[in-house]
């Protein structure tokens, strides 16, 4: 079977690092990729909406000498009832690899049985690891040195806390993860985070969480797929808020960061978000060199 990218926790130590190390010599040089996708098409898969995903995944295929082909769900026989495994051996037969933004992590693991072809997590209910490539390159290129400090505010048991935790494990950082007791991580996610050497706290004291932090980090109280819960989540999460009184308690040069989109008042209050700490912009522009170095080591 063809290699896939499901979960950073299918890296090496040493393959994370190759990665951001050419994602941050392409940004700097783009002469430097070359066109390593030509002749080549890559599917991309979405039942959720999506802005930076899509976009950045389309530039990168184009800009990498390939060709992007944009799927939503809805206009795919799947509607009609097609499983998701003959849909994954059909794309295996025109396209040479799939990225899918998915309800279910078990869609992904489906088609990348099934597709023949390497599958890119483009975001499921488990895990956004290309999001937290970007996110380590971000740390990388502004001097965050392994032994650091990062410290996840917000609900502890999302997608992008997820692969935060599986990365921490890479890049060699202290992972904090501020969070109510209804919003831990997945107990399995922190087994394989355990075994790879992650060192994370988990803690529902917001304000001990960001003393002498390097790094703040947040996402959204209410993912895709979770409106139903939105008042009860609002409330749980509203101690977990990234505002100027946490902001002040971790270190001057602090980094925040935040996947977007953001709900400005919720999760993170609008003051911290344009502050000079942010750098929530860089980390976006990210997502397109890290999805470049992917696409290159997974199609080369
Ligand atoms: N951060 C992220 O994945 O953004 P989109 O939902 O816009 O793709
Ligand atoms: N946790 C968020 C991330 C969005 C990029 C969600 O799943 O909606």
């Known amino acids: 079977m063809p290699r896939s990218f499901l979960s950073l926790s299918s890296l090496s130590r040493e393959e994370f690092h190759q990665l951001i190390r050419r994602a941050v010599a392409g940004k700097k040089n783009p002469q430097r990729w070359g066109k390593p996708l030509s002749g080549k098409s890559v599917a991309l898969f979405f039942e959720k909406p999506s802005t930076r995903t899509r976009i950045s995944f389309e530039v990168a295929v184009w800009q990498l000498g390939g060709q992007p082909i944009f799927l939503n769900q809805n206009d795919l026989q799947l509607v009609r009832g097609e499983d998701i495994a003959d849909t994954a051996r059909v794309l295996g037969r025109y396209v ?33 690891p290309c999001q937290a490539l970007a996110d380590y390159m971000t740390l990388y290129e502004n001097g965050i040195a392994p032994g650091a400090k990062l410290v996840f505010l917000g609900d502890g048991s999302s997608n992008v806390a997820h692969s935060l935790i599986l990365g921490s494990a890479h890049y060699g950082c202290l992972i904090t993860i501020a969070t109510p007791a209804e919003f831990l991580p997945n107990g399995e996610v922190l087994t394989i985070a355990a075994r790879l050497g992650a060192q994370v706290t988990i803690t529902q004291d917001a304000a001990e969480a960001v003393e002498d932090a390097d790094v703040l980090y947040t996402d959204v109280w209410v993912s895709m797929g979770q409106e139903h819960d939105a008042e009860r989540r609002h409330t749980l999460l509203a101690p977990y808020q990234l505002n100027t009184k946490l902001l002040q308690l971790a270190k001057p040069s602090a980094l925040v960061l935040h996947c977007l989109p953001a709900r400005k008042g919720e999760e993170i209050t609008a003051d911290v978000f344009d502050s000079p700490n942010a750098k929530i912009f860089d980390q976006a522009e990210n997502r397109l060199h890290v999805q470049k170095a992917l696409l290159e080591f997974l199609l080369r």
């Open 96 to 128: 040479h690899a799939i990225m899918a933004r998915v309800k279910n992590h078990a869609t992904l693991e489906a088609m990348a049985n099934y597709a023949g072809i390497p599958v890119i997590n483009g975001l499921s209910d488990r895990f956004h």
